[in-house]
């Protein structure tokens, strides 16, 4: 992938949605917030769990009508959203790794510990030569491995700008 097809995906579509799209979303947002409408958002962080850390709404889906709430808007830390969700397209074994990471208990703030840092970059280099490498738990992991809204994310960057790579607004629309 070119550098420059790099910088105008990064960061702009998302999950087949474009920047046009995904900012008429964050602006309804802001109203709404403003207003008093949606509360700010809270935590646990809905990637790596951390309860005591401030969080920031990530959209999936930005179809209309907007949906807040999850499976369609998440609250995450600011490190497992800018830094590990959004970077995945680009950095598929980091964030591989970092799942791995998760699901032994580990929040994304674990990894300014140098000694937790390292296991993960270990991690990491055996992901991508194709081997297993098991991290000591953390703490106790609540979410069902492999059943986690992350779990089955694409990380290809055409999903990018695919528009099969939407939520299936159907069945957003019809969830209880
Ligand atoms: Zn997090």
Not at 18 to 43: H, M, Q, W, Y
Not at 87 to 93: A, D, I, T, V
Not at 100 to 122: C, M, N
Request: with cysteine.
């Amino acid at each position: 992938m070119t550098q420059q097809y790099k910088s105008a995906v990064k960061g702009n579509w998302y999950n087949g949605y474009s920047p046009i799209e995904r900012d008429n979303k964050f602006k309804v947002l802001k109203k709404l917030i403003a207003a008093g409408t949606l509360p700010l958002a809270s935590g646990p962080c809905a990637l790596c769990s951390d309860p005591d850390i401030p969080v920031e709404y990530h959209s999936e889906d930005y179809g209309e009508p907007y949906l807040w709430e999850p499976p369609a808007m998440y609250c995450l830390c600011r490190s497992c959203h800018r830094y590990k969700l959004h970077q995945r397209f680009w950095q598929q074994s980091l964030w591989l790794s970092f799942i791995a990471h998760v699901r032994r208990g580990g929040y994304s703030r674990d990894l300014k510990q140098a000694d937790i840092k390292q296991e993960v970059e270990t991690c990491r280099h055996a992901i991508e030569q194709g081997q297993i490498f098991t991290l000591s738990p953390l703490r106790p992991y609540q979410n069902i491995v492999g059943l986690e809204w992350f779990a089955n994310l694409r990380i290809d960057a055409a999903s990018l700008t695919d528009p099969a790579s939407r939520l299936n607004r159907d069945s957003l629309l019809n969830k209880e």
